[in-house]
Every structure is written in structure tokens, then in C-alpha cells.
């Protein structure tokens, strides 16, 4: 069984239609492996994900020293559990790669996220695209970029953030120095948003990919 498998270190659950009880059970099995580098949970519908789901996987990640890459997408859950998560973020320092898509975050749990990442010092990509946030949470991820030195790619696609959210990340672009991709596709830019843009673009020398 999975469970009895020590040499695991990828699980890949893609397009499962797991309840709660199935959540458990999985994140039971990454708790009981030590040697887990990526897990993968994309749901093929939009799965309600508990208070204690997230609470559970947060006490995970708060301790576990293996898990490099989490991704998870599909995952209706309740600010309140969403700031379980945003905790456990920074709290961990082993975690490099996390994806957070179509999860139907909005802004106040972007917000926490964001204060979570302006003081992580392991993760360099971060995917928040299709989500339900849009300038607050935006301009509050703009803010953790200027203090994070660590972050390369950050995945924004899909998120209507509006001219202030523009203003907040052409301005990300005239300090940041670690940044390498931003990606904006599907985020409604006009040709207002791409003038704002292409003043932090004048002054950066890191950004390989917009």
C-alpha cells in the first residue's frame, strides 16, 4: 500500500474528486513519510475543503522538513482556514515551490498570504493566478515583493487588480532584483496598464519574462 511505501517522495492526485474523509487520508500518508518532496491535490471539481483540512495540513507543513513543492488548486476553503495555511508558510523553511490556482482565495486571505511571504525565506515560486482577489490582495502581494528577496516567479493570471494594482507592481519592478517571470495573462491589461508597466520595466534589470 501507498502507506507501507517508505520510498515515496511524489504524489500526484490530479483531477481527484476526493471529500474530506480522502483529504485526510492523504494527508495522513504525507505526514507518515518523511522522504515527500511534491504533492500535487488539483481537484476536477471545486472540493469544500473543512476548517480542520486545513488545519491539518497546516500542522504538516508547519514541521515537515521534506515537502519542496505543494500544489494545490480546486480548494474551496474559509478565510479562516486559509489563514491556517498562510501560518504554516511562515513558519516553514524548507518549502521552495507553491501553487495556490483556482482556489477562490480573496483578498483578505491574499493578504495574509502576503505578509506570510514577505517574510519567507525559501519559496521562489509562488502561483496565485484564478483565484477571487483583485487590487487589495494584489497591491498587498506587490508589498511582500519589495521586502522578499527570494522570489523568482510569481504567477498572477487571471486577476482583474486594476490600475492601482498595476501602479503597485510597476513599482515592484524599479526595486526588486530577484524577480525573473511575472505572469500576467488573462488580468484584462489595456494599453494604460502596460504604459504604467514599462516605467518599472526601464529600471529593472532582473525580469526575463512578462
Known amino acids: 500500500s501507498l502507506k507501507a511505501s517508505h520510498s515515496l517522495n511524489i504524489l500526484n492526485l490530479s483531477f481527484h474528486c ?24 488539483i481537484a476536477s471539481t471545486l472540493t469544500k475543503w473543512s476548517r480542520e483540512d486545513v488545519l491539518s495540513l497546516s500542522k504538516i507543513l508547519e514541521v515537515n522538513k521534506s515537502l519542496h513543492k505543494l500544489r494545490l488548486s480546486g ?16 513558519i ?17 486571505s491574499i493578504v495574509t498570504l502576503a505578509d506570510s511571504i514577505s517574510q519567507n525565506t525559501q519559496v521562489n515560486t509562488l502561483k496565485v493566478g484564478g483565484n477571487c482577489f483583485g487590487t487589495m490582495g494584489t497591491k498587498a502581494l506587490a508589498e511582500a515583493f519589495t521586502t522578499n528577496s527570494v522570489l523568482q516567479i510569481v504567477d498572477l493570471c487571471d486577476t482583474p487588480f486594476g490600475y492601482d494594482g498595476t ?5 515592484v519592478l524599479t526595486v526588486n532584483c530577484t524577480l525573473s517571470s511575472l505572469l500576467l495573462e488573462g488580468c484584462g491589461l489595456d494599453d494604460q496598464d502596460v504604459l504604467i508597466l514599462s516605467e518599472g520595466l526601464m529600471s529593472n534589470k532582473a525580469l526575463r519574462i512578462l
Open 92 to 108: 516553514n523553511r524548507d518549502l521552495e515551490y507553491l501553487s495556490l490556482q483556482h482556489n477562490k482565495l480573496k483578498d483578505d
Open 18 to 41: 476526493l471529500t474530506s474523509d480522502g483529504i485526510q487520508a492523504v494527508l495522513t500518508l504525507v505526514k507518515s513519510h518523511k522522504n515527500m518532496q511534491e504533492l500535487t491535490l
Open 167 to 171: 501602479e503597485a507592481l510597476s513599482k
Open 75 to 90: 480548494m474551496d476553503c474559509p478565510s479562516e482556514g486559509a489563514a491556517y495555511l498562510a501560518d504554516a508558510v511562515r
